[in-house]
Every structure is written in C-alpha cells, then in structure tokens.
C-alpha cells in the first residue's frame, strides 16, 4: 500500500488509448476545407469527436471536403463534418460563429487554427506593402482572432479546452526563398502567441499549443512545386527522412493534443519536420 501511494501511475487508470478519444467532443478548424485542416478535422472525427465545424473562404465547400463528409459519416460513430464560410481575419464574424456552436452545442472543446497563406513573389528587398501586410494579417492576426473566438466560449462553458495553431518549422529555423520574410516571421509570432496565451488561460483549464510541420505535400507546398519541381530534391535534403511529409503523419500528434493525453501540456511547440531543425 506504501508503494502504491508513492508511485500513483499504479492506481487504477483509464486505459491509455481511452486517454486520446474524444467522443462528444466539438471542435472548431480553420482552414478545414483542404490540406492540413481537413486532414486534423478528419482525423479528430475518426478520434469520436461529435461534430467539427470547419471554415475557410470559399461559398462552397471543395469536393474533396464533401467527399470527406461522407467518409465521416461511414465511420459510423455518429460524428459529423460541418463547414461554413468565414475569413480569419473577421473577428466579429468569427466571435459570432463561435458563439453560435456553443449555444447549438453547449459545449466547445478543440479548435486548430489551420489557415494559412504564403505568398510567392519577390526577395525581401522588393516585397510590396500589401502583400507583406496580407500574409501578417491572415496568418499571425487570423489565427489569434480564431483562438481567441473559440477560447472565449471554452472560458464560458468552464470545461478547459486545447487550442492548436499550425505554426511551422519556419517559425524557428531560418529558411531562405522568395517571400518568406513575411511568413516565417508571422509563424514566429504564433510561437509567442501561443505561449502568452497558454500562461493566461491554464488558470481556465485551456491550453495552448503550437504544430510545427517541416515541408508538408499539401496545395501550398504544391503550387511552388508545380512552378519550381527541383525544390522537391531541395526540400528532402534539408532533414535526415531524406523526404517531404504527407499530411497524415500529423495525425497522431493532433490526436494527443487535442486529448486527455496530453492535459499536462501547454504553451509547446511540436515540431514535425522530418528533423529539419537537428540536421
Ligand atoms: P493549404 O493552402 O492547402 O490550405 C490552407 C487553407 O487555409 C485553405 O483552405 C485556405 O482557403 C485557408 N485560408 C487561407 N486564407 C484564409 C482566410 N483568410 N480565412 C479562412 N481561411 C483561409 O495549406 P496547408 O494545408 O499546407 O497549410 C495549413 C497550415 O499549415 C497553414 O497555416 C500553413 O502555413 C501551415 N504549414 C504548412 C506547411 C506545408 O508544408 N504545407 C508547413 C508548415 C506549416 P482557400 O481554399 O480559400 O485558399
């Protein structure tokens, strides 16, 4: 009985994969329409979650999220992918929507701040106001305007919550390219976001943390691998995996974060890149 005291991880315990379901849980995900959003909306409805709101700019959402709709209904555990149309940068909207789903849904457990942008163009020397403004605006503004919408009905409802943002490997290790200046700097002010608002909302039982990914196969990386395909080979060197990621090896990890399993942590960075930032 001593022992048992002494060392409590031999107390009786949920089994450890029960710690990663989420079952009734509701989730918010911006950017859910494609690539990496719609993949950790997916995946958190395959973990139980009852309904993940996904939204993103298009009227209508992409054929490949309708077609993941219906993947999600076949799973047959009675969870649902939503999508509605909202811009990152409208905080307004964005307090509205949030406030809609938790007076629907009485509760607001997760949210992935997956909207992101870059903006191919010229060097840092050259690069125009606006766009420099608009890649600061929807990925450093959008994503605290989104965590900032879902946090608000977590604190109301007073069941804590995880908050994810997709920041990026880019965020702390310096790469070099066309526009970049604007996004590596605006993921690495997610890094600090996430911090400060960690500190300030583990007193609410919300946490905050950040998804670092390397070079991911998604339509952002795509589009400069349609107009430069030697990147590929460039991008594989730069980490010991020889290779890009696929958006699934980001499943596991967006499982645990957003879990029981992960409820002693908050205000991390996860970096998924392959080991870009050991090499
Ligand atoms: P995609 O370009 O495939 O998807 C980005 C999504 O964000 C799109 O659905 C896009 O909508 C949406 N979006 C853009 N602007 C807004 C806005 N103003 N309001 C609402 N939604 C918006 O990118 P990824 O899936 O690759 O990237 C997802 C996140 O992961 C981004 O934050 C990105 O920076 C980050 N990341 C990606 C990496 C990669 O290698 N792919 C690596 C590291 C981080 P629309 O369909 O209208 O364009």
């Known amino acids: 009985a001593v022992e048992a005291k002494a060392n409590p991880s031999i107390q009786p315990r949920p089994k450890i994969f029960d710690e990663f379901a989420l079952t009734d849980r509701v989730a918010l995900v911006s950017g859910g329409n494609r690539g990496i959003g719609l993949e950790t909306a997916i995946t958190l409805c395959e973990a139980g979650a009852r309904v993940v709101y996904c939204f993103d700019l298009p009227e209508e959402p992409s054929e490949v999220f309708l077609a993941s709709q219906d993947f999600v209904r076949k799973l047959g555990n009675n969870s649902r992918l939503e999508y509605f149309r909202a811009d990152v940068r409208d905080q307004q909207l964005l ?153 699934d090896e980001l499943r596991g990890v967006v499982t645990w974060l957003a879990s029981d399993a992960s409820t002693f942590c908050t205000g991390s960075d996860i970096i998924m890149d392959g080991g870009h930032h050991a090499w």
Request: charged fraction near 20%; aromatic fraction near 6%; proline fraction near 5%.
């Open 95 to 247: 307090w509205k929507k949030a406030e809609e789903i938790g007076d629907k849904e009485q509760r607001l457990d997760i949210c992935v701040a997956a909207a992101g942008i870059v903006r191919p163009g010229t060097g840092c020397l050259e690069s125009p106001e606006e766009a420099f403004k608009e890649v600061i605006d929807v990925n450093t503004n959008g994503v605290f305007f989104t965590a900032q919408a879902a946090g608000r009905q977590m604190a109301c409802f007073g069941r804590g919550g995880s908050i994810i943002m997709i920041a990026s490997a880019a965020g702390s290790v310096a790469v070099k390219g066309p526009e970049v200046t604007s996004y590596t700097s605006a993921k690495s002010a997610v890094l600090q976001m996430a911090r400060s608002m960690a500190c300030e909302l583990g007193c609410k039982k919300i946490r905050v943390n950040t998804l670092s990914p390397g070079y991911i196969h998604t339509q952002m990386t795509g589009a400069f691998l349609d107009m430069h395909p030697e990147l590929l080979d460039e991008w594989s060197r730069l980490n010991p995996l020889g290779r890009i990621g696929r958006p």
